[in-house]
């Protein structure tokens, strides 16, 4: 199993232009999420996901879109990159179903993204 | 605003030292989560605790919840080099997904 997989590992965008971070799971896990991660600071959550077809806003939305059409799947999509937006982006995973492992989250290895 | 904050924010002991880190949070909760970042990577599940649990134990890792005081803190005994991350507790509050990650501890084990 791979786990969490995240594409690419390192991005330098120039502002206005856009993009689309990958993040992938093999765990039939159903909820992802997108965290971003600015130096010295705890993650902060963007968006979030309990299922295909089902997303949701965290505590720092704007800039940033989400859709989730498969289980596996859950890009991050920056429409018109900002300065702002230079951070380190992480893939979450977890079971929501109520077992052992319920509530543990998985991470993926993190997107370095630079906006100029 | 982030609801959890960790104290301290730095902290450097030496091997075989207990490290203890405290975490504080603002709303009722499911659980509470502590994980281990090692520089630049991904972070890692360390230990969970549910709501109607007051203490937890996982190896060489003791973790304690007070909801009254909406507080927890971890535990690290007889810590070692390996031990050397930031540690963050995580929160989600009751009837949510919503997780919020306080700003972390960054702990330095002295060989």
């Known amino acids: 199993n791979a786990g969490v997989t995240q594409t690419p590992k390192f991005q330098v965008l120039k502002t206005g232009q856009s993009m689309t971070l990958q993040c992938a799971q093999d765990m039939n896990h159903e909820y992802m999420s997108w965290y971003r991660q600015d130096p010295g600071m705890g993650l902060r959550l963007i968006h979030y996901?309990?299922?295909?077809?089902?997303?949701d806003q965290g505590e720092v939305p704007n800039g940033y879109n989400v859709s989730r059409s498969t289980t596996e799947d859950f890009p991050l999509r920056l429409l018109s990159a900002a300065p702002s937006q230079t951070s380190v982006y992480f893939c979450a995973t977890l079971r929501t179903v109520q077992t052992s492992g319920a509530g543990k989250q998985y991470f993926g290895p993190g997107t370095r993204l630079t906006v100029t | 605003s982030q609801q959890g904050e960790e104290d301290p924010q730095a902290l450097s002991i030496q091997e075989g030292e207990n490290a203890t880190m405290n975490c504080s949070y603002k709303t009722s909760i499911n659980n509470l989560q502590w994980y281990r970042q090692n520089s630049g990577r991904g972070l890692v599940h360390l230990i969970l605790?549910?709501?109607?649990?007051r203490e937890k134990h996982s190896g060489r890792l003791r973790v304690t919840l007070d909801t009254s005081k909406k507080s927890s803190s971890l535990l690290i005994t007889a810590s070692r080099a390996a031990d050397t991350a930031s540690y963050f507790c995580?929160?989600?509050?009751?009837?949510?997904?919503?997780?919020?990650f306080g700003t972390g501890t960054r702990l330095k084990v002295l060989a």
């Open positions: 996901s309990v299922g295909a077809g089902i997303t």
């Open positions: 995580a929160t989600d509050r009751t009837g949510t997904y919503k997780y919020i």
């Open positions: 605790i549910r709501s109607n649990e």
